[in-house]
């Protein structure tokens, strides 16, 4: 059994000479007790473990992040842990990648603790001034008690961060003390007696007037400022007194509050009912309404609207996403190189377009600039909701028999469900007005399939959609005819 104890500052690159050299010699995790020096004191003989020769061994960049933290921790398995992980790693590289190992998820859950100890020192070290101010370089202390032995990895944050006076930080464990730029460590100490602040008056005020009492939310605070930082944080003297005053505070702000809405809200509020009113004017200006849309800020770097077009008597609706490049310049639906597939398969599957009215979702074409070319984005669904009055006014005015929604966001308009497509097409869905709507695909997404295998599949499955639609249309239109016969 080899005993080795690890030195309380330097320890992580300790740790990691001490468990390669281990490695190098075959040690299992069985054969190594481990130690740190600070509890391990007098109990081990520090054997150094040494490699014969300098030998090179890889093991993934993210072990060896994982193991820089959960050196830090506390616990005095720390050592143990990371190496009879290591041991089974070396064997198995994959599995700093399988989330269900318990053993990686004990280590992610040490790190993770010694990372969030790191963030409340950043946060929560406090410090007093104790040298004389009108010296060249000023001198300030501060005391901390930490979770994990984070002084060290922290204290290269402090020395960016102060790097123009002395400073010296002090933790039951260990100090760190940097003087005329060079840091150094100590060991640590019982918590001094540290001067008064005489900032600290300022810094109360300060914490006193970004408490909000109307958005007090104690559970939220206690886990960003947990309690057991208080006693050395001269701010949470004020803690319990702000929350026990907040909900009458809050109730003399709500009193205060000017009773006539501000002319913004009251902007916001007539944009939103004009939104949310349905559309209602002669058929034919509806196409110019379209066009004239602002609502919502699309608009402002689309060419133009592209409102449906066909036949209004339609029996069929193609429903798509939102123009894209070409028809955002053509001021017409499915011109550019999706609206092309779509024709080509059409054909194919009897389906003709002329007979339907096409439009699209969304009436304006969002994009992002890359250089000369507008890539395409696609519209989220505050965006499909500002122009579903658009699309339910072209709705009310052809009456189709059937609608065909071509991928995500046609579904989502039409039936408020943003459920995957690839395993609701080819299935008939049916709309608030009673009618069916067929879900298929988008054609560019048929454009997009790198794998030509894949591409050819989807694409008979298309087909098949389209041949559905219009076989439903035949049988919707020969039951209407059938119905007006019967009853005249
Ligand atoms: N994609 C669509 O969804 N609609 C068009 O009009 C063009 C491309």
């Not at 939103?272 to 379209?290: D, K, M, N, R, V």
């Not at 608009?299 to 592209?306: I, K, S």
């Not at 377009?353 to 009436?363: G, H, L, Q």
């Not at 050819?456 to 389209?466: C, I, N, P, S, V």
Request: proline share 7%; with cysteine; charged share 25%.
């Amino acid at each position: 059994m080899r005993h080795i104890v690890i030195p309380d500052t330097g320890t992580a690159a300790a740790w990691r000479e001490a468990a390669r050299a281990c490695l190098m010699q075959g040690l299992s995790p069985a054969d190594i007790a481990w130690g740190s020096e600070s509890s391990e004191r007098g109990l081990f003989e520090d054997q150094p473990v040494s490699c014969a020769a300098p030998v090179r061994m890889t093991v993934p960049r993210s072990f060896v992040e994982l193991a820089e933290a959960v050196c830090w921790h506390r616990d005095e398995d720390r050592f143990a842990r990371l190496y009879a992980f290591l041991w089974r790693l070396k064997d198995a590289p994959q599995l700093m990648s399988d989330r269900g190992d318990r053993d990686l998820a004990h280590l992610r859950a040490m790190e993770k603790s010694v990372r969030r100890c790191q963030h409340k020192m950043k946060a929560f070290v406090r410090f007093r001034e104790i040298g004389n101010r009108d010296d060249p370089r000023r001198s300030f202390a501060a005391w901390f008690e930490p979770t994990h032995h984070t002084l060290e990895p922290t204290a290269d944050f402090f020395v960016r961060r102060f790097a123009d006076m002395d400073w010296r930080i002090a933790t039951p464990d260990l100090t760190a003390i940097f003087e005329q730029g060079a840091l150094r460590l100590a060991p640590g100490h019982p918590k001094p007696a540290l001067p008064d602040d005489s900032s600290e008056a300022l810094w109360l005020t300060y914490f006193r007037s970004i408490f909000n009492p109307a958005r007090l939310k104690v559970q939220a605070m206690t886990s960003e400022m947990p309690k057991k930082y208080w006693k050395n944080l001269p701010e949470a003297a004020t803690i319990a007194d702000l929350i026990a005053t907040a909900p009458a505070r809050a109730r003399a702000m709500a009193e205060a509050a000017p009773t006539l809405p501000p002319m913004r809200a009251e902007k916001a509020r007539l944009q939103l009912a004009a939104h949310e009113s349905a559309w209602s004017g002669p058929t034919e200006a509806l196409p110019s309404a379209i066009r004239a849309c602002t609502r919502c800020p699309l608009h402002r770097t689309a060419t133009q609207a592209v409102p449906g077009a066909g036949r209004l008597d339609a029996d069929l609706m193609i429903v798509g996403e939102q123009p894209g490049d070409q028809e955002d310049l053509a001021g017409l639906p499915f011109v550019g190189p999706a609206g092309q597939l779509f024709d080509r398969i059409a054909q194919l599957a009897g389906l003709e377009r002329s007979e339907a009215f096409v439009t699209n979702a969304v009436k304006h074409f969002k994009f992002t600039p890359r250089g000369k070319r507008r890539l395409h984005q696609r519209p989220n669904s505050g965006e499909i909701e500002h122009c579903r009055g658009w699309l339910d006014a072209e709705r009310r005015l052809v009456q189709p028999k059937l609608t065909l929604a071509l991928g995500a966001t046609a579904a989502e308009a039409l039936t408020g469900s943003g459920a995957g497509i690839l395993a609701r097409r080819g299935t008939v869905e049916q709309l608030a007005d009673g009618t069916p709507v067929l879900v298929a695909v988008h054609p560019s997404y048929l454009l997009r399939l790198p794998d030509p295998v894949e591409r050819e599949r989807q694409t008979r499955l298309f087909e098949e959609d389209l041949r559905l639609a219009a076989d439903m249309v035949r049988r919707l239109r020969a039951e209407a005819g059938a119905i007006r016969a019967a009853s005249t």
